[in-house]
């Protein structure tokens, strides 16, 4: 199976947050109550005063905060309240720890975490003051599923964003996270339609001759490929060995003509 999405019911959704939540109020009003894709049904925080819990609760979400006592305890509980509530996909908006590889093993692919840059590009922390301290001319945004590394796993979706004269690490960050909150729906809405997912044995299987090429590609142009991928094998046309043949030898520059029209899409709003 390539996906365990989509379900075939609406899909029960987790956010875990630590502070103000602004990626979280968008998820809460992409996916409200009765919204055929899914909804939010649960707010988890290790923060009790995080400003994430009230948005929640202003909107009828169970908010629930577990104090910090210890990556152990805390994964404990969170573990066991995402398992009572039949939560089906985790999403980490702001959240400020590390999970460990027992948290993550059972949701992977099925947590996915957005963080402020172009990944690879610039993981970790103070992104917006390397981005500028690089002289980068663009940066951007990155949803991608949570492995056991740092902003390590598998791209889902990326936008893009252009970096001004005059920008500071304030300027630089409001205009990604204005990107963030219609980004990060919108590679939810991937990952529930079954079109983005961590590329595996299903994968490898789908693509035959082709999945050394793909094994070979950036980390940015793997989702499309696998976007690619998945459309010929709904429409029946993915086993097909010519189809095979030419996604195997795509040309350069057609691929990359490609790449760019793609990337335009993804970055509008």
Same mark, same amino acid.
């Given at each position: 199976?390539?996906?365990?999405?989509?379900?075939?019911?609406?899909?029960?959704?987790?956010?875990?947050?630590?502070?103000?939540?602004?990626?979280?109020?968008?998820?809460?009003?992409?996916?409200?109550?009765?919204?055929?894709?899914?909804?939010?049904?649960?707010?988890?925080?290790?923060?009790?005063?995080?400003?994430?819990?009230?948005?929640?609760?202003?909107?009828?979400?169970?908010?629930?905060?577990?104090?910090?006592?210890?990556?152990?305890?805390?994964?404990?509980?969170?573990?066991?309240?995402?398992?009572?509530?039949?939560?089906?996909?985790?999403?980490?908006?702001?959240?400020?720890?590390?999970?460990?590889?027992?948290?993550?093993?059972?949701?992977?692919?099925?947590?996915?975490?957005?963080?402020?840059?172009?990944?690879?590009?610039?993981?970790?922390?103070?992104?917006? #003051? /390397? $981005? =500028?301290?690089?002289?980068? &001319?663009?940066?951007?945004?990155? +949803?991608?599923? !949570?492995?056991? %590394? @740092?902003?390590?796993?598998?791209?889902?979706?990326?936008?893009?964003?252009?970096?001004?004269?005059?920008?500071?690490?304030?300027?630089?960050? #409001? /205009? $990604? =996270?204005?990107?963030?909150? &219609?980004?990060?729906?919108?590679? +939810?809405?991937? !990952?529930?339609? %079954? @079109?983005?997912?961590?590329?595996?044995?299903?994968?490898?299987?789908?693509?035959?001759?082709?999945?050394?090429?793909?094994?070979?590609?950036?980390? /940015?142009?793997?989702?499309?490929?696998? &976007?690619?991928?998945?459309?010929?094998?709904?429409?029946?046309?993915? %086993?097909?060995?010519?189809?095979?043949?030419?996604?195997?030898?795509?040309?350069?520059?057609?691929?990359?003509?490609?790449?760019?029209?793609?990337?335009?899409?993804?970055?509008?709003?």
């Amino acid at each position: 199976m390539l996906s365990p999405f989509p379900l075939g019911r609406p899909a029960r959704m987790a956010v875990m947050a630590s502070g103000r939540g602004t990626n979280l109020e968008a998820l809460l009003e992409a996916f409200s109550p009765q919204n055929p894709w899914g909804e939010v049904v649960l707010v988890l925080s290790d923060n009790p005063e995080a400003y994430a819990l009230k948005r929640a609760s202003r909107r009828g979400v169970e908010a629930v905060a577990i104090p910090w006592r210890g990556r152990k305890a805390f994964e404990r509980e969170a573990l066991d309240l995402l398992r009572a509530r039949g939560v089906d996909l985790v999403l980490l908006a702001g959240f400020m720890r590390l999970l460990s590889p027992g948290f993550v093993e059972p949701w992977y692919g099925r947590l996915l975490n957005i963080h402020p840059s172009l990944l690879p590009d610039y993981p970790g922390l103070h992104v917006h #003051r /390397r $981005v =500028l301290e690089a002289g980068e &001319r663009e940066t951007g945004s990155t +949803v991608h599923f !949570v492995d056991q %590394g @740092m902003d390590t796993g598998p791209i889902v979706l990326q936008g893009r964003v252009p970096v001004l004269p005059g920008d500071t690490p304030e300027t630089l960050e #409001r /205009r $990604v =996270l204005f990107l963030e909150h &219609r980004l990060y729906p919108r590679a +939810v809405r991937l !990952v529930l339609s %079954g @079109m983005a997912f961590p590329p595996g044995e299903g994968l490898k299987a789908l693509l035959g001759e082709a999945w050394p090429r793909f094994q070979g590609l950036s980390p /940015r142009e793997k989702p499309l490929y696998l &976007r690619a991928a998945v459309l010929l094998s709904v429409w029946g046309l993915g %086993g097909h060995p010519a189809l095979r043949q030419e996604l195997s030898e795509l040309p350069e520059e057609v691929r990359l003509k490609a790449e760019e029209v793609l990337r335009r899409v993804e970055s509008s709003p």
